[in-house]
């Protein structure tokens, strides 16, 4: 059998209907790469986005996009909900291995983590660009449950297992989502990741 002829029967041959789990595998990869290129698209736009920007951020059609999120509430929505998710996590398991009052190479080795976390998860890093900013970009009715879910999940177990009552929190926090939104709007490839979580140390031990 010529090359030619092995070509027409491979072309020419029945293709093989994907199975429930190969369709259900590729929907959610497609849902990750839109709700990835959603929080992205936050950023080059501030925030004010609709469904075809993002379609055209992820070199997606706008009536693909549209069949997983008619509204880019719903989308917000989903990309908070991830984005918490991974935050929490992220705390949970540093603090299964800071059971005791972490010292400061222990909260250094967290800022690390979170920056770590931050680029390579934009809906991560906008969960705390939020926060920074109240949630204000949110409906009313979605404000108050964000900014409850931050405090009583994030800011407040962090709050506890450092142990400081004064504003160490807002201040390392600050200084890490600050660095991180130079990394976003420029749309840098990396973060200085050890350099950022020193200076994040520096304003809580008030180091120079």
Same mark, same amino acid.
């Given at each position: 059998?010529?090359?030619?002829?092995?070509?027409?029967?491979?072309?020419?041959?029945?293709?093989?209907?994907?199975?429930?789990?190969?369709?259900?595998?590729?929907?959610?990869?497609?849902?990750?790469?839109?709700?990835?290129?959603?929080?992205?698209?936050?950023?080059?736009?501030?925030?004010?986005?609709?469904?075809?920007?993002?379609?055209?951020?992820?070199?997606?059609?706008?009536?693909?996009?549209?069949?997983?999120?008619?509204?880019?509430?719903?989308?917000?929505?989903?990309? $908070?909900?991830?984005?918490?998710?991974?935050?929490?996590?992220? +705390?949970?398991?540093? #603090? %299964?291995? *800071?059971?005791?009052?972490? /010292?400061?190479?222990?909260?250094?080795?967290?800022?690390?983590?979170?920056?770590?976390?931050?680029?390579?998860?934009?809906?991560?890093?906008?969960?705390?660009?939020?926060?920074?900013?109240?949630?204000?970009?949110?409906?009313?009715?979605?404000?108050?449950?964000?900014?409850?879910?931050?405090?009583?999940?994030?800011?407040?177990?962090?709050?506890?297992?450092?142990?400081?009552?004064?504003?160490?929190?807002? $201040?390392?926090?600050?200084?890490?989502?600050?660095?991180?939104? +130079?990394?976003?709007? #420029? %749309?840098? *490839?990396?973060?200085?990741? /050890?350099?950022?979580?020193?200076?994040?140390?520096?304003?809580?031990?008030?180091?120079?």
């Amino acid at each position: 059998m010529t090359n030619l002829q092995v070509y027409k029967k491979e072309v020419n041959a029945p293709m093989c209907p994907r199975t429930k789990e190969q369709n259900e595998l590729i929907r959610m990869q497609r849902r990750e790469q839109i709700l990835d290129f959603a929080a992205r698209t936050y950023f080059l736009t501030g925030g004010s986005f609709d469904i075809r920007d993002v379609a055209r951020e992820a070199g997606l059609g706008y009536g693909t996009v549209y069949h997983y999120y008619p509204n880019r509430h719903l989308l917000i929505e989903d990309v $908070l909900s991830c984005g918490f998710e991974q935050c929490e996590q992220a +705390l949970t398991q540093w #603090a %299964n291995i *800071s059971r005791d009052t972490p /010292d400061d190479r222990q909260l250094l080795t967290y800022c690390k983590t979170l920056l770590r976390l931050w680029q390579s998860d934009a809906r991560a890093y906008l969960v705390y660009k939020m926060a920074a900013e109240h949630y204000t970009g949110l409906p009313e009715k979605d404000r108050h449950p964000a900014k409850r879910r931050f405090t009583e999940r994030l800011y407040v177990p962090l709050q506890s297992i450092i142990q400081r009552e004064d504003d160490s929190v807002d $201040l390392m926090l600050a200084v890490l989502v600050g660095c991180c939104g +130079l990394h976003y709007y #420029a %749309n840098t *490839s990396e973060l200085d990741i /050890d350099r950022i979580a020193q200076l994040a140390m520096q304003a809580i031990t008030k180091e120079s």
